[in-house]
């Protein structure tokens, strides 16, 4: 089955800096990416995502980018704001009936005023 | 007007008991899920159902059975609670499975 990593575990980032978070995924047929972000005592919220007939997607600060032949994916965040400190997931899955979003462990990410 | 809405928010009780956890979701969405997150923060898939049909069950303990009434709720119960099932349940919903998820902001369960 499809397999997520991801890295870092934990970011700590100057505010204003820019922060990158990587992914890889094991199931070269997974076609959607998308990123969560979760803020302490909230479920996980739905930032960015792309699919694999994209290479980059951007939403103002922040950017995903997707390599489907290494079967890696990106989250870059710019001009971090300590607003951002959060724990962010990267996922994949396939867009077939019976498709499960697989989640990889997080990133938290704290952006120091 | 909470889009995903889980209850209880925090729930404590002893080992061996029989507990519920309710969601709702007002998006009209068909697809809704059972999330587990451990201590480490780990999102683990324990159920989906597509228009109160169950699609995914992952490798669950038969102590955990989930009900879907109508395509807007889905709930989880769990009989003979053990520690390990301590966790934050989270409920999502999606218009379908090819797009991102809406959580609820989950439900704290503690088993002592």
New interface residues.
């Given amino acids: 089955g499809e397999n997520v990593e991801q890295h870092p575990s934990t970011l700590s980032v100057q505010e204003g800096d820019s922060a990158v978070i990587k992914c890889t995924y094991s199931d070269s047929a997974s076609n959607?990416f998308?990123w969560?972000k979760?803020e302490l005592?909230?479920?996980?919220?739905?930032i960015i995502?792309i699919r694999s007939n994209v290479g980059e997607k951007k939403d103002q600060r922040i950017a995903v980018t997707l390599n489907k032949t290494a079967k890696h994916f990106s989250l870059h965040i710019t001009e971090t704001q300590p607003e951002d400190s959060a724990?962010y997931?990267c996922a994949a899955?396939k867009?077939?009936?019976?498709?499960?979003?697989?989640?990889g462990?997080?990133t938290?990410l704290s952006v120091i005023p | 007007d909470t889009a995903?809405s889980q209850t209880p928010k925090y729930l404590v009780t002893q080992m061996g008991n029989d507990k519920s956890i309710k969601c709702e979701q007002n998006l009209g969405h068909d697809t809704m899920y059972w999330y587990k997150q451990d201590s480490?923060?780990?999102?683990?898939?324990m159920f989906?159902y597509n228009n109160k049909e169950l699609?995914?069950n992952?490798t669950v303990p038969n102590r955990f059975s989930p009900k879907s009434p109508d395509k807007a709720h889905l709930n989880l119960h769990i009989n003979s609670l053990e520690l390990g099932d301590s966790a934050v349940y989270?409920c999502?919903s999606s218009r379908d499975?090819?797009r991102?998820?809406?959580?609820?902001?989950?439900t704290r369960l503690t088993v002592v």
């Fill in positions: 959607y998308p969560y979760q005592g909230k479920g996980p919220q739905l995502d724990v997931f899955s867009r077939t009936s019976y498709d499960k979003v697989i989640f462990p997080g938290s | 995903v480490k923060k780990f999102l683990k898939i989906s699609i995914i992952e989270f999502a499975r090819s991102g998820y809406t959580f609820g902001s989950g």
